[in-house]
């Protein structure tokens, strides 16, 4: 069991952790941090959506209260890449309330806003991260987070671990452990792994039960559409889905597409999944025939190519094209500019591509995650848990120390217990627990 105890009363309370830290903007020779940022003048803006969310992460402001006196992060320093947006900015002060010194940067171009890294800014957390960011500014920022020397890093995807391990080796050394966040990063992760080129445990918090059951499933169902409807303004029911990949993911979009009227169609490669989605209702065929019949495209695989060269001409005129995965490769963006021409954009975040016979396809977010490029991403109180198990990784990698080996790592079961009871307790829900005759029973082999 971890070191600390499982309360049975939360005390929903958010803290105001600015009013706790020193002079935000400076260090302790009182000199300005090299945070590079859009515009300091966009703080205000980002202290409100952070106090927001923060209300509505019970979990993260238990494990807060908690820790808080205890300091168990004290004198050690923090990368975080991830989707910098209130949420995960909540997380980064949550680690900086418990002793933590924090650099973050962005794990997307198009999902940072920059009023949240603004008011990190003034918080006194470093931020290196714009929307926008071009492909060598994208680089530039996740380097620059490295520059502190981190003995603890949390990574969304894969990109800042595969440069420690490529640019800046020279601080592999000091590295006690990470994270990781997503099925794409986990992927990446593991292939390393196999190589034997991973040389610190990696926690696969993506891997955790109330990540991938919630964050995964609930929160993509519904942050998904909530980026393609604010983008499209348009109806849903009646039109022909096509979700590509049934994994949870692919499970969240495909259940509230369904309740939203549409007819879905799921795309796989895996036939025990692929056999799920026939049994949950859904009609299952290749991409070369959905293709066809779909008017909206919603990419959840993690891999490349899934909407190819090969489906374009086969889109329907006003096809919508849109993508769940970490990274904006799973719809060929080479394929459809050089098949038809970008004519425009029609709505912020939709560009208009004419084919050569008429037709026009729509993609959203430049191809990238839809709920974020073109939304807000997943609700806070989703987030709450998938950062709640975030933060006791953190404290698994300090408690396991140097005993842990260099590979992909599950979490162990008992914090999903604790992030799970805290909910509850936070929503006052009561559960039943086991009595001592019923736990004999379950561990016994002899019946009665």
Known sequence: MPDYEIKAVVKLTCFNLKKQLPDPLSTAKGEVKMSQIRDIKLAPEGHRRINWVSRHMPVLN????EHRAEQPFKGLKMTVCIHLEAKSAYMAKAFQACGAAVTITGSNP???????AAALVEDGIEVFGWHGATAEEYS?????SLEHGPQLV???????????????????????????ETTTGLIRLRAMAEDGALTFPVIAVNDAMCKYMFDNRYGTGQSVWDGIMRTTNLLIAGKTVVVSGFGWCGRGVAMRAAGLGANVVITEVEPIHALEAVVEGFRVMPMSEAAKIGDIFVTTTGCRNI????????????????????????????????????SGQPRLNIDEYEMKDGRRIYLLGEGRLVNLAAGDGHPAEIMDLSF?????????LLREDK?????????PH???QQTASIKLASMGIRIDSLSCEQEAYLNCWQVD
Do not use: C
């Open 140 to 144: 530039a920022h996740i380097r620059g």
């Open 154 to 180: 949390i990574d969304d995807g894969g990109d800042l671990v595969t440069m420690l391990h490529t640019e800046r080796r020279d601080l592999l050394d000091q590295v006690i452990g990470g994270a990781e």
């Open 403 to 411: 005993k842990l080996p260099k590979a992909v790592i599950k979490l």
């Open 307 to 342: 909407i190819a060269e090969e489906h374009i001409p086969l889109l329907k005129d006003g096809a919508i094209l849109s993508n769940a995965g970490h990274f904006d490769v799973e719809i060929n963006k080479q394929a459809l500019a050089a098949l038809g021409k970008l």
């Open 414 to 416: 008992e914090y999903d």
């Open 388 to 396: 709640a198990l975030q933060f006791g990784a953190m404290l698994y």
């Open 62 to 65: 238990h494990l807060i209260g």
């Open 110 to 116: 198009l999902s940072t806003q920059d009023a949240i």
